[in-house]
């Protein structure tokens, strides 16, 4: 089974754990969110895919869900030190070892889908990881902030700021021009199943999204297209989510997501047991739904989740 | 008192801890070899430089002579985890973050000599230190490695060779082509003394000698020209001096560095008490020259020999 999920950070990489236990022998293609990508000390950061990396290559933090585990902070203090900054990024030093190689490599001239991949021959995540794009992409946000209105990186938004203030609008920067990196279409041409995993769906599968092409070639792939709702009970399980619906005018809701992707796109969507109240209103907007269990407590709760996905998906298909 | 000293790595950087302590007063410009420096892994790493400012600045690992305190090799493990090398330099995590602190330097477009000033505003050295250049300068040392004659860069030869293979030649590539850096003439300009410690005849004092304009700088300065011999009893004191001098034809022995170094360009030469017998030698050659305690066992011996020097110095003024 060829399946294919656009992935964000920490909820897609955990789903995807769920999603290898669950078809352990499927051939699984990764299209990871490189809107959060971030220049930090002159290095290259790529935190969406590092995190699908380190949860599938068995080095990250469980508990926290992003960066190493056993990680250390020489460096960042060290920067500290130097007054050199910004010091709201938790770079650890195993971690700034990853983005010493990317730079490295795509300094060299190496595009970031070849860097992945070079990168994923350590961590051997059972999955092909590929980029979105090869092209630059930030995904920024607007705000005001002490009455003014400003656009910052997402990574700003989320990490300094903590979402604490409104998001005004969320721009994909560089996106119109962008290219799927090589090996996403055909990717998507040879799927049997595309997944949507509980990931932020604006700012994480909304960015993938937004890279021209990507979205025509899942519509003309042919196949079950199945998401899961990660919003339960009328708020995200966990990040901001409701914060980047705001701001594109989508309410903080099961049923919302699922017709904000649309039936154009998306065949079936997954809704949480709490939610059995959303399915009939996404089923009148023509998409194939079910209310199961989506909270990923444990590798156990999370294949239960993407066996739901693909049976619905089979349903679907049939 | 205006002094001038020319400073290779360890033995530069210690004589400069003990010349402070001999005159606290003194106005210290060091002019620093970057022909040792490197590019690792996209990273530049100018070893001299940083060895002179972690040891004036209280940063330096003390039993090694070089590298940080309380050091450790997160990034370096991961590196080597990654297949990613050379592993053969002993990159630490604090001392990485130097190296990336200058490079995003360099990249914004600021010159070494800038980003000098940029670390050393941390560090607070306690004397003014130039690089010897802006431009790029890398000594290249060919050995023979299994019957074929290669050119490598002299770090490895000395860090991963570990000199273990005669040097055929030495050769600061780059450095025909190379400007002294700002500060470095007007320094030599205005300075009282100039100090050569000792340092490394070849790959250290003589690759600043190498840049245009330096030596010329000092012959016409006009004033006392002081060094201090690396060797002692026929063999260096540490590091590879002998392999070096025997590259460029030179007997290993404290009277023919000062022949090399030439009496158009030193007046005073200190020789260690092991090497009495060197001193008329010397001073026929035309170099005012005395036989002294020069172990830099601790502060105080070092002291003693700065001392020394600039009492020669005075003596030659005289």
Redesign the interface.
């Known amino acids: 089974m060829r399946i294919v999920v656009l992935a964000g950070g920490i909820g897609g990489a955990r789903f995807l754990r769920g999603l290898k236990a669950a078809a352990p022998d499927a051939d699984i293609t990764v299209i990871g969110n490189t809107g959060d990508d971030i220049h930090l000390?002159?290095?290259k950061v790529c935190p969406d895919l590092d995190t699908v990396m380190y949860t599938l290559g068995g080095g990250i933090n469980e508990e926290q869900g992003w960066g190493r585990t056993g990680?250390?902070f020489?460096?960042?203090?060290?920067?500290k030190?130097?007054?050199?900054g910004p010091d709201w990024f938790g770079l650890?030093?195993?971690d700034?070892?990853?983005h010493?190689?990317r730079?490295?490599m795509l300094?060299a001239g190496y595009p970031l889908s070849a860097v992945t991949e070079a990168?994923c021959?350590?961590w051997q995540p059972g999955v092909r990881l590929l980029p979105m794009t090869d092209d630059r992409v930030e995904t920024h946000v607007a705000v005001d902030l002490d009455g003014e209105r400003r656009a910052v990186h997402f990574q700003e938004y989320w990490v300094r700021l903590r979402a604490s203030v409104d998001a005004l609008a969320v721009v994909p920067v560089g996106a119109e021009q962008s290219k799927p990196a090589p090996g996403v279409l055909e990717a998507l041409a040879e799927a049997e199943v595309v997944l949507f995993p509980p990931s932020n769906p604006v700012v994480s599968i909304g960015t993938i999204l937004a890279v021209p092409g990507i979205r025509e070639a899942i519509a003309e792939a042919g196949v079950p297209v199945v998401g899961l709702s990660p919003i339960v009970g009328g708020a995200p399980v966990r990040g901001m989510a409701d914060k980047m619906l705001s701001a594109i005018g989508v309410e903080t809701a099961a049923a919302a997501v699922a017709e904000h992707y649309g039936s154009g796109l998306l065949d079936g969507w997954l809704v949480d047991s709490a939610d059995t109240g959303a399915v009939a209103e996404v089923e009148a907007a023509g998409i194939r739904c079910r209310a199961v269990p989506l909270m990923m407590t444990d590798l156990d709760a999370t294949a239960a989740m993407a066996r739901e996905a693909l049976a619905l998906a089979e349903e679907v298909r049939a």
Do not use: N, S
Request: overall charge negative; charged content about 30%; glycine content about 14%.
């Open positions: 000390f002159g290095l990680e250390t020489q460096v960042k203090d060290e920067l030190a130097y007054g050199v650890g030093d195993r700034f070892a990853t010493i190689v730079t490295q300094g990168l021959e350590r």
